[in-house]
């Protein structure tokens, strides 16, 4: 069901920058890009989402490739509050969100 | 997420009973998704629902799941005779209105089903 790849895990270090990839080959023109994150015993958090141009907002940015096949959330500084399941997700005029296994994010301090 | 209001939060049920989740979803959203997360993987879509009308249910097992969105009330998914393989985290998720898919959905905190 998953139309996204993104890697199994990540570590990063405390108050550093984090890029967490996210790869979608197989994206529409209609398809927006969401992230999401789900701390533990949780529900998923909507992070950010873009359709073409890289956006910012007061938890992260996302940069777009310009073919659209990728995509980027960068965490600008690392807090142990980030330490989540991060989820790409292509959301198109239907009704689906298709979330795929994530990537856990671990933050070390 | 306190926006969206599931219950209960635990839910613990012997095979054959039956379960009933709830979803209250945000003030002003007429849109209800249903996902179920078992332990260790990611989301699985379930059903789409309106008020009063089911728009998706793709993802819901045809015997002995069901779910509603009346017009007044919670969303409801109903699963009957549960066994073993129906434990997992249910999460309900609502957005505003169709066609705005640009707009995230906002999920509530889920309900953690255990069949004995």
Known sequence: DAKTTQPNSMESNEEEPVHLPCNHSTISGTDYIHWYRQLPSQGPEYVIHGLTSNVNNRMASLAIAEDRKSSTLILHRATLRDAAVYYCILRDTGNQFYFGTGTSLTVIP | ?116
Not at chain 2, 3 to 28: D, F
Not at chain 2, 74 to 87: E, M, N, Y
Request: glycine share 8%; aromatic share 10%; hydrophobic share 30%.
């Open chain 2, 1 to 116: 997420n306190a926006g969206v209001m599931q219950n209960p939060r635990h839910l613990v049920r012997r095979r054959g009973q039956e379960a009933r989740l709830r979803c209250s979803p945000m003030k002003g959203h007429s849109h209800v998704y249903w996902y179920r997360q078992l332990p260790e993987e990611g989301l699985k879509f379930m059903v789409y629902l309106q008020k009063e009308n089911i728009i998706d249910e793709s993802g819901m097992p045809k015997e002995r799941f069901s779910a509603e969105f009346p017009k007044e009330g919670p969303s409801i998914l109903r699963i009957q005779q549960v066994v073993r393989g129906d434990s997992a985290a249910y999460f309900c998720a609502s957005s505003p209105r169709q066609g705005t898919y640009n707009s995230p959905l906002h999920f509530g905190n889920g309900t953690r089903l255990t069949v004995t």
